[in-house]
């Protein structure tokens, strides 16, 4: 997958954070902020697209969020299942692919049924791909990956002898897409919280104090224009990758 305009990232992630905050400063319940930022992703979803972007990824709930009370998590899945209810025809109409990473086998029945059914019917979309992260860890992800390839050397589909990164890679469940260009994350937090941890290996990382449900368009801009002043290295010298390393402009 390559970007027309090559300042503009392939694949944006977004550890979307600031929920909760948001609703406490109006007094209203965490439950809203979560309402509210669904509407932020609706408007993301097509913002990163306007943009120039090729593949979204969201982190909508880690393998951790599970240990919330009991009300709110059952609050974002009552939620999760609105919002796919809502988007399917959306997403087919818009022709936006839908995919998941993370242990879907672990959300509930309902929503790993609208889940499948999402992912089938927009299967065939190659333009633009919308990724929710859901039930997702890194270190989940990391602990199947090795219990799949162990099973694989066992029954001789895999030789340990040949272990690169390239093949073990294909046991993520982020098998076959590209590895993030731009991580952001709202609402101020400066940490990774088990997200992507391998493939983010040499993303570009934008920290923005927005809070997610009032993280805008312009915000997206502002995040994809400060990762066209980086300079990606890749462990080679400035004058190996032939861009000027003058600091940018402020
Ligand atoms: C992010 O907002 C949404 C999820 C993690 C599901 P939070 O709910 O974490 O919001 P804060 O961090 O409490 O403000
Ligand atoms: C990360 O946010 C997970 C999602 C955005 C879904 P959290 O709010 O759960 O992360 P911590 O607890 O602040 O690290
Ligand atoms: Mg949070």
Known sequence: MTSARPEVPVHVAIIMDGNGRWARRRGLPRLEGHRRGVEAVRTI????RDLGV????LYAFSAENWNR????VGGLMGLLEFYLRKELETFVRDRVRFRTIGRIEGMPPGVRRLLAATEEATAGFTGY????ALNYGSRTEIADAARDYAAAVAAGREKPDDSSWETFSRYLY???????DLVIRTSGETRISNFLLMQAAYAE????PVLWPDFSKEDLAAAIAEYGRRERRYGLTSEQVGKSA???AQ
């Open 246 to 248: 003058a600091p940018a």
């Open 45 to 48: 979803t097509f913002a990163a």
């Open 205 to 208: 990382f934008v920290f923005t």
């Open 129 to 132: 791909t919308l990724n929710l």
């Open 174 to 180: 982020t098998a076959g897409m590209p590895d993030p």
């Open 69 to 72: 009370p009991a009300d709110e």
């Open 54 to 57: 090729g593949m979204l990824t």
